[in-house]
């Protein structure tokens, strides 16, 4: 029996040597990090990890709002001609619970200059696509932030971008990886 324990022991300190068995360490992104990287690498975070990135950006809306935004704020929105950071939001802000009040936004989501929204479903942002996903943040963000156009605004994909959201001249351009760490509040996160 001992020489039993004795070999099942030395094959997996073998094993894990050889990098079986155990999985590598890796150092957590934090909320910056994740928004410059590709969306994908979110979509195979846990939930948990979106989770706790969404609350950072929650925390450094919070932080950041009103101020110039000469230094780089996660939403950016322009406002009688200069750029701010946009009102923060609390981290309970269910951004996919689109507001419905009074007069619909008018969204229009075709590429212009920027990339096209993908429209299949995504387990990571909660069964929507990410153009689903997109127009209720857009509808939540620009009332939340008491932006009210007259006509259309833009919804731009922003792949990458150091920001989290910008509006900016009739545009609102939504950073995909934001999209991940907003669906991780919700349902799932109570």
Same mark, same amino acid.
């Given at each position: 029996m001992r020489c039993w324990v004795a070999t099942l022991l030395l094959s997996l300190v073998a094993l894990t040597g050889c990098g079986v068995g155990g999985a590598p360490v890796r150092a957590s992104l934090n909320a910056r990090q994740a928004l410059t990287s590709a969306p994908e690498i979110l979509e195979f975070e846990s939930p948990a990890t979106r989770l706790?990135? $969404?609350r950072e950006v929650a925390r450094l809306s919070e932080a950041e709002a009103g101020q110039a935004a000469q230094a780089l704020v996660l $939403? *950016?929105?322009s406002q009688e001609g200069e750029l701010i950071a946009a009102p923060g939001f609390e981290s309970r802000l269910d951004l996919l619970q689109s507001p419905d009040a009074g007069a619909p936004l008018q969204l229009g989501f075709e590429g212009r200059a920027g990339e096209r929204w993908p429209e299949d479903r995504r387990?990571?942002?909660q069964g929507l696509s990410e153009r689903e996903a997109a127009e209720l943040v857009a509808?939540?963000?620009l009332a939340h932030w008491q932006i009210a156009p007259s006509g259309s605004v833009q919804v731009e994909r922003a792949a990458g971008a150091p920001y989290a959201v910008a509006y900016?001249?009739?545009i609102l351009r939504i950073n *995909?990886?934001?999209l991940?760490?907003?669906a991780a509040y919700g349902p799932a996160s109570m």
């Open positions: 706790e990135l $969404f $939403f *950016p929105v387990e990571g942002l509808r939540t963000l900016v001249d009739g *995909p990886a934001f991940y760490m907003a």
